[in-house]
């Protein structure tokens, strides 16, 4: 407790102010006190490190409400769509033609992953926003410590997320849905293989937000960089652009999704099991390797 | 300790900061004083670490900020009053930043308190008022208890209550030893808070000097005289024990002296006085023509004489050539009208 700050003891929002003469009192007190040469104070003096940085940014994703609306929304689409399509595919006698029920997930983890997308950008983007940046860099003057720890609390908290809700709707399916029984790879790939597909393109968001500094303009990108190859490919009807339409329909972020819980989109031909992963890892490991460089030598 | 040396910035053609260096001595209040567009922010987003310089060096006790290993316990800084979430409560926004730090969470209510703000400790800041964001941004600036302590126009939006407040937190930061900087564009409000007094003007150094020299020399009260018997005035003044100084252009200055007195000396000796004027340079004024060179944004007045206590038209020198908003294309009609 520090006895020599003029604290008003019963302070509201109408008076916040001491009142003129606790001040004045306050402030005899500091002429008569022996003057020294620098202050030091008694609170300890601990050096800081990425684990200080790793609490506070957790702080600031959980006190803020759209980490609270985006999850939300997001759980809500992914049960909600899960449930939904379990019902109706167990009423209809849905023939899966050998393929297990797991795959029916990927419909509503695609439209969560939008709610993902704008969190990571607004981990980032909201700080440049409100000028909370200026704030939480004087607290922490290393940027790229600020990136990582917002980065790890970031990607733990969707992986977790998203890992969780896809196992429920996994079990839930294949509970409804008469299919061929998972293997375990299948079931790794649709609950924990999901939880970090999913996380990494926040985690790509994130790295887009901080290159961009602009909320509204790194979700417009992220969304583009999502859906735009998929519309591309649906006017390319030249034959002379049969490979590149091709390539687009297989390699889009939604037909990864999709052919990452075993389905193809497009032919046999585009990437299978584990690759839509590292695809993903890949490009986002450019785009935060791109953040952290910049972010050194950019003013903030 | 703050030290600046030929710290400069430039963003494209414009030079911010141009070439300062002076010290903040710690136990007393340093004040930064220029008109809008100084550079003062810049300056002091410089010392964070925010924005890099051009050229040139700050440092703090010797180590540049991010060599800084516990910042907030060193330094704390109140740069705008919404440099923070709106969404976020003033308990959480002071929450997150005392953990960065490794500060107690209990100094998190202690500094709310100090602030006047426990109140709405769980409010969210958007529905603040600028004085409360003001007051939470000082709270985060007390958080580490640091011994530099750094205010970018801390008065702004506070009502007289909270201007008295923070002029005596100020002065009472300062004498337990330690380093405050303080910003502001008002001389009134420096004079009466800061020791020592740093002015800058377009990003240059204009004065480094403590602020009772700078009263000393600025704010004095004189008699000015004219008269076409300036000679036998000086000797009759001069007998009399009120030196008067030659101030160019036919005109005499007494200082000090009151101007009854003037008056009688020179009905008793028979002279002719073409002016007998009291006057006052107020710090205000002194600060005015120290930065009139530089002040960055003048506003046009067409109308009545230049306003003396704002910057409107203080230079007295261009902005008040005539020409309101129509000027520019009246012209221009006289102009095609000439021609055509």
Redesign the interface.
């Known amino acids: 407790?520090?006895r020599?700050?003029?604290?008003?003891?019963n302070?509201?929002?109408q008076q916040?102010?001491?009142q003129?003469q606790q001040?004045?009192q306050?402030?005899q007190q500091?002429?008569s006190?022996p003057?020294?040469?620098?202050?030091?104070?008694?609170?300890p003096?601990?050096?800081?490190h990425l684990g200080?940085?790793l609490?506070?940014?957790w702080?600031?994703l959980r006190?803020?409400?759209?980490t609270m609306w985006t999850l939300g929304v997001m759980l809500a689409l992914v049960l909600g769509i899960g449930t939904l399509i379990g019902i109706v595919a167990a009423s209809a006698d849905l023939d899966l033609d050998g393929a297990s029920a797991i795959g029916l997930g990927s419909f509503g983890i695609l439209l969560g992953m939008l709610c993902v997308m704008t969190l990571g950008v607004l981990t980032i983007g909201?700080?440049y926003g409100?000028?909370?940046i200026?704030?939480?860099?004087?607290?922490?003057?290393?940027r790229s410590r600020i990136l990582a720890a917002k980065s790890i609390v970031f990607f733990a908290l969707v992986f977790v997320v998203t890992t969780l809700a896809a196992a429920l709707v996994a079990a839930l399916q294949t509970a409804m849905v008469e299919g061929a029984s998972a293997t375990g790879e299948e079931w790794l790939r649709g609950t924990v293989g999901v939880g970090l597909f999913v996380a990494t393109l926040g985690l790509l968001s994130l790295a887009v937000g901080a290159l961009v500094r602009h909320s509204a303009g790194a979700i417009t990108i992220m969304i583009g960089v999502v859906l735009l190859p998929l519309v591309l490919a649906m006017f390319m009807f030249s034959k002379s652009m049969a490979d590149l339409q091709l390539f687009l329909l297989q390699y889009a972020v939604p037909s990864q999704l999709i052919a990452f819980y075993g389905d193809s989109v497009a032919g046999g031909t585009g990437p299978t099991g584990w690759e839509p992963l590292w695809i993903m890892i890949g490009l986002t490991a450019v785009a935060l390797g791109a953040a952290f460089l910049t972010t050194e030598?950019r003013?903030? | 300790m703050i030290e600046l040396e030929g710290l400069t910035k430039r963003y494209g053609e414009k030079v911010a900061v141009n070439h300062l260096t002076f010290t903040v001595r710690p136990g007393v209040v340093t004040g930064f004083l220029g008109p809008n567009g100084a550079g003062k922010s810049t300056t002091m987003r410089m010392l964070l670490g925010l924005d890099h310089p051009t050229a040139g060096d700050v440092r703090i006790d010797g180590r540049h900020y991010e060599q800084i290993r516990h910042p907030l316990k060193y330094i704390g800084a109140l740069l705008d009053a919404k440099a923070m979430h709106g969404g976020r409560s003033a308990f959480n926004h002071l929450l997150c930043l005392a953990q960065s730090n490794g500060i107690p969470k209990s100094r998190v209510a202690e500094v709310l308190d100090t602030v006047g703000l426990t109140a709405v400790a769980r409010k969210k800041a958007k529905g603040f008022s600028l004085g409360m964001g003001q007051r939470l941004g000082i709270a985060g600036a007390l958080l580490g208890d640091p011994q530099i302590l750094m205010f970018d126009e801390p008065v702004n939006g506070l009502d007289p209550e909270g201007i008295h407040w923070i002029r005596n937190l100020m002065k009472g930061l300062a004498a337990q030893g330690r380093t405050v900087f303080v910003s502001s564009h008002l001389m009134s409000e420096m004079a009466l808070t800061a020791d020592h007094l740093v002015v800058i003007g377009q990003g240059r150094l204009l004065a480094d000097t403590s602020m009772a020299d700078f009263i000393r020399e600025n704010s004095r009260s004189y008699v000015r005289l004219r008269s076409p018997q300036q000679e036998r005035l000086r000797d009759v003044l001069g007998q009399a024990g009120v030196p008067a100084v030659e101030a160019g252009s036919g005109i005499l200055e007494v200082d000090g002296a009151r101007s009854e007195l003037i008056g009688e000396l020179a009905a008793e000796h028979h002279l002719v006085l073409h002016e007998l004027s009291p006057q006052q340079a107020s710090l205000e004024e002194a600060f005015m023509q120290l930065t009139a060179e530089s002040v960055e944004y003048h506003a046009h007045s067409d109308t009545g004489p230049p306003d003396t206590n704002g910057w409107a038209g203080g230079t007295g020198t261009e902005a008040v050539s005539g020409g309101g908003w129509g000027e520019q294309w009246a012209r221009e009609q006289r102009k095609r009208k000439a021609g055509g």
Do not use: F, N
């Open positions: 407790m520090l020599t700050l003029p604290a008003p003891q302070a509201t929002p916040p102010q001491p003129p001040a004045q306050a402030q500091w002429q006190a003057q020294v040469d620098t202050y030091v104070s008694p609170i003096i601990t050096k800081t200080h940085a609490t506070s940014e702080t600031k006190s803020v409400r759209s909201s700080e409100t000028g909370m200026r704030t939480t860099t004087t607290a922490c003057p290393s030598t003013d903030v």
